[in-house]
């Protein structure tokens, strides 16, 4: 994505950099860093960043939109899901069951995240509970900034998911556009470009980012 972000920025014929979003999330990782640096390449070159969802916008998907200068939604589009998930599976009772058990010979008390009854460890639960507050922070954070909300107001969404309509309400979207609509307030609208249709990141299903790490016990 930054890639794109660069050539998009050099291309001197383009004004408008077009952000089409249908996602669910993805993988954690450097979302809110990415998303923040391809936007500052992009209007630090003068264009004007758009966000198109045409489907889903959630979790890091929708931290990616809210870096867009506008956030457009379809009025069937799906806005939200502001939080921090991690799974965590214990399959310790399985394993009794077929007669496994696991031994561990290990060095440092927190290597090993379990007790010895096979439960996930207290301290370990704590760990992994900070790391989520904290990256939900820094979600929430990237959320307010980029689109001038209250920290509160964000918080307050619970990390649902709205439709496009309570999106606008709540000002996670600017407006409610059809695909045709869209497309006319590219070539006629206030956006202006030297080229019908300028640049598209499109369709990143899952190279967004929600934190959807999943932790097992395995045999």
């Known amino acids: 994505m930054e890639a794109a972000a660069r050539e998009a920025a050099s291309n001197p014929t383009v004004d408008t950099v077009v952000l089409m979003i249908n996602s669910g999330g993805g993988e954690a990782y450097s979302a ?62 399985q394993l009794k069951m077929e007669g496994i058990e696991d031994v561990y ?31 939900y922070a820094e979600f929430v954070s990237h959320v307010a900034t980029n689109r001038n909300l209250s920290e509160q ?8 998911v709205f439709d496009a309509k309570t999106a606008l309400e709540l000002g996670l979207a600017d407006k409610i556009m059809t695909r045709e609509e869209f497309e006319n307030y590219l070539t006629t609208g206030d956006i202006t470009m030297s080229d019908k249709l300028t640049a598209t990141m499109a369709d990143m299903e899952t190279n967004m980012a929600e934190m959807s790490a999943l932790l097992e016990k395995q045999v």
């Open 105 to 135: 010979v290990y060095a440092g008390d927190s290597k090993i995240p379990f007790t010895k009854d096979g439960e996930f460890s207290e301290s370990f639960i704590a760990g992994v509970q900070e790391n989520v507050d904290s990256l």
């Open 153 to 160: 107001v964000v918080k307050d969404t619970q990390a649902k």
């Open 32 to 93: 809110f860093e990415s998303a923040a640096l391809a936007a500052k390449v992009i209007k630090d070159s003068g264009k004007k960043l758009v966000a198109y969802v045409d489907g889903t916008a959630a979790s890091a998907a929708y931290a990616w939109a809210s870096v867009a200068d506008e956030v457009i939604a379809n009025p069937m589009g799906r806005v939200g899901s502001i939080g921090v998930v991690v799974k965590l599976r214990n399959n310790s009772e």
